[in-house]
């Protein structure tokens, strides 16, 4: 990947605000950005060199086009349905295999770290893609901070569950809380990010706000939203999309174009934004990662451990 920026300019400082921020997706979410109980409060954040070049979908395309089942299962419903929701205050559990377990508020998590736009291309097993600049800072900052033991392999995320809150949580749509894992190198490579902003705003509830993962090599949903715990441990952890259906969801879940989904090919991916009539592109080994993460999987079965 190249670093598209010369100095220090990110790409909300090139672009208009005007192009890229729809006030009607903030109206969706119910003003959508609120971190510490200040909505559409500015993030200082800094360029990074391991941003893609690839030009960012609208604020809009990234707010009114998610998967987030504890909202609906609707693109749609996460920005529609997500009013109710309060991400303040906000605290994360970090406990298993650490040296300083214990509930951290979100404030003393921010707590002396660089924020950084990191533009990241993002691919949906359903084989959509689009690109977005998130704001956050590399998970493993706050797992040194927190003392990862020696014993450790593997790192289980949860979301929150507040059911009065997240209209999805009513049903039965999954066994909630929503989960996730990494194992520790994936966890500890410095492309896996907690995110808190996208577009130099904070996080919008429907894109998992306050705090959320992304790790851009693998499918979105291993990016876990709205995160309230973190365990290590040293055993491969429960996975929500693993455990309701393991022949179509693996733990690993890196995209592959050379695996199919059994319901549906994974050689190529529909870009959001490009219209109806947009070609389909071919989907890169990895998302486009794969210089800086195929070394993780060495000596592994890709056609298995996908």
């Known amino acids: 990947m190249r670093n598209r920026f010369n100095g220090n300019l990110k790409w909300s400082d090139v672009t208009p605000k005007a192009q890229w921020m729809n006030r009607r997706s903030l109206l969706l979410g119910a003003g959508a950005a609120m971190v510490a109980g200040q909505a559409g409060a500015k993030i200082t954040s ?6 893609t070049d690839a030009i960012p979908n ?41 040296d300083k377990p214990g509930s951290y508020d979100l404030a003393d998590i921010l707590g002396g770290v660089t924020l950084e736009e990191r533009i990241y291309r993002f691919r949906c097993v359903e084989a959509w893609s689009m690109v977005v600049p998130w704001v956050g800072f590399e998970l493993a900052t706050l797992l040194n901070r927190v003392g990862v033991q020696p014993s450790a392999k593997f790192v289980a995320f949860e979301t929150v569950v507040r ?31 907690l995110a808190t902003g996208l577009y130099d705003e904070p996080m919008p509830k429907q894109n998992g706000a306050p705090i959320r993962l992304v790790v851009p090599w693998k499918y979105g949903f291993k990016s876990i939203k709205s995160i309230v715990r973190i365990t290590l441990t040293d055993t491969m952890p429960i996975t929500t999309w693993n455990t309701l259906n393991p022949r179509e969801y693996g733990f690993y879940s890196n995209v592959n174009p050379k695996v199919d989904h059994p319901r549906w090919s994974q050689a190529s991916e529909r870009q959001v934004g490009g ?13 486009g990662y794969e210089d800086q993460v195929a070394a993780l999987y060495t000596g592994q079965d890709l056609t298995k451990d996908y």
């Open 275 to 287: 219209g109806i009539f947009a070609p389909r592109v071919d989907t890169l080994m990895f998302n």
């Open 163 to 193: 059911p009065e809150e997240m209209p999805g949580q009513r049903q039965p749509l999954l066994d909630w809380p929503y989960r996730e894992g990494l194992r520790l190198d994936e966890a500890m490579h410095p492309l896996t990010i």
């Open 46 to 51: 800094v360029p990074s060199a391991y941003s």
């Open 58 to 98: 609208t604020f809009e395309e990234i707010t009114t086009y998610n998967n987030f089942y504890e909202f609906g299962t609707d693109k749609e419903d996460p920005a529609r349905n997500s009013a109710a929701f309060q991400p303040d205050p906000w605290a994360v559990q970090i406990d298993g295999l650490v």
